[in-house]
């Protein structure tokens, strides 16, 4: 089946605040640009901003809260059964913060995608911009990948890479990264949806290739004339 004959992959998205980046894949999305359809947002907090984007996007947002349930499996009960109500192919977590357990990962092994702001395997967990500014580092950037039962541990299979000024801010740096978050979210999405990324027994294929090293986008790169 070609990607131009085949359904939109359904996506259930996964926040707990802004959702600057569901929101940019939910554009992506209604542009066309991408062979997929977010048919769920949901936050484990309520009242966030990205559920109002969501629900101006026209999508439907929910809010399976963290708080207030009998633990994490009866939290991870609820929240898979929003999931596989809406039959998503694909599970996003886009600033989604609650760390997820590993027999969830192992529910949706294949199909859930993460998106972490750091050149992974570097800087794994909380303040990456901060860290890596520490580390006086040359270069930062944003890893998708699939998600395990290892916290940002899943294979990578896109990264964008940004250079370090030495005049910036976390805040600057953090910026930086978030714009090429926008970019390569909905590449892999994309990538998944017209059958091109898949998952094989823990390993990543594309085109029917294993991904040994992760592909890399450098938007701030100047580009050749040709």
Known sequence: MSSGSRPPLQ???LISGRGSNMAAIARACAARQINAQVGIVIS???????????RELGIEAAEVPW???????????????????R??????LAGFMRILSPEFAARYAGRMLNIH????????????????????DAEHGASVHFVTAELDGGPVVLQSRVPVHATDT???????????????????????ADGRLS???GQVRLDGKLLDTPLVERPDAPRERH
């Not at 039959?87 to 996003?92: D, I, K, P, T």
């Open 11 to 13: 996506l259930a998205i």
């Open 44 to 54: 484990d907090r309520p009242g966030v901003a990205g559920l109002t984007i969501a």
């Open 67 to 85: 708080q207030g349930t009998d633990g994490r499996e009866a939290f991870e009960r609820a929240l898979g059964a929003r999931i596989d109500a």
């Open 87 to 92: 039959g998503a192919g694909l599970v996003v």
């Open 117 to 136: 702001p750091s050149l992974l395997p570097k800087y794994t967990g909380l303040h990456t911009h901060r860290r890596a500014l520490e580390a006086r």
């Open 170 to 192: 976390e805040s600057d740096l953090s910026a930086r990264v978030q714009a090429t978050e926008h970019i390569i979210y909905p590449r892999v999405i994309g990538m998944v």
């Open 199 to 201: 998952w094989d027994e």
